[in-house]
T-cell receptor, first 116, second 114 residues
């Protein structure tokens, strides 16, 4: 089975400081990995994804994520946080080998709070 | 929220009643998905459809039904068998149905039980 864990329910960071939102995954083969963001009472918006290639993936709004196969992690990062980055962030995974269920599994979400 | 619309924004269900949530997309996407979002549990997959006239159960399909008669539309019915329907329901679509494509989400429908 494929699964993903976001160990922190909430992350607090001061504006201008770097931020990290953690994600670890479990799949039997190689993973496809995604980050989505959700603003209050809205649908999710795509930030970035890792399919193959360079382990450092750059996405929307200055976010990036690093794929680490040995640690089975895909942490989301940004060098300098903005108050407007405050939202709920979801990591998602799809096992590349899975031929049955062709859909993502989402983590439980991490709320990012950026203080001015 | 792209080219995906969900209606209504809020829906109230009475005991024993079936209700249908609408999801329409104008992105010409083949695949569509329904998720349920509860606080602290992230998104859980209810049903998904990779192509017209075909759909598969997700993790929590019991008490729900879907149809995919048109490419643009993927309505979700919450039946009276779903005993705890209060949640935020999100519809999504993707250009393909392999699970590696970017999903585009609608604005959601919040279902409340009277």
């Amino acid at each position: 089975a494929q699964s993903v864990a976001q160990p922190e329910d909430q992350v607090n960071v001061a504006e201008g400081n770097p931020l990290t939102v953690k994600c670890t995954y479990s799949v039997s083969g190689n993973p496809y990995l995604f980050w989505y963001v959700q603003y209050p009472n809205r649908g999710l918006q795509f930030l970035l994804k890792y399919i193959t290639g360079d382990n450092l993936v750059k996405g929307s709004y200055g976010f990036e994520a690093e794929f680490n196969k040995s640690q089975t992690s895909f942490h989301l990062k940004k060098p300098s946080a903005l108050v407007s980055d405050s939202a709920l962030y979801f990591c998602a995974v799809r096992d590349i080998r899975k031929t049955g269920r062709r859909a993502l599994t989402f983590g439980s979400g991490t709320r990012l709070q950026v203080q001015p | 929220d792209g080219g995906i619309t969900q209606s209504p924004k809020y829906l109230f269900r009475k005991e024993g009643q079936n209700v249908t949530l609408s999801c329409e997309q104008n992105l010409n996407h083949d695949a569509m998905y329904w998720y349920r979002q509860d606080p602290g549990q992230g998104l859980r997959l209810i049903y998904y459809s990779q192509i017209v006239n075909d759909f598969q159960k997700g993790d929590i399909a019991e008490g729900y039904s879907v149809s995919r008669e048109k490419k643009e539309s993927f309505p979700l019915t919450v039946t009276s068998a779903q005993k705890n329907p209060t949640a935020f329901y999100l519809c999504a679509s993707s250009i393909g149905g392999q699970g590696l494509e970017t999903q585009y989400f609608g604005p959601g429908t919040r279902l409340l039980v009277l």
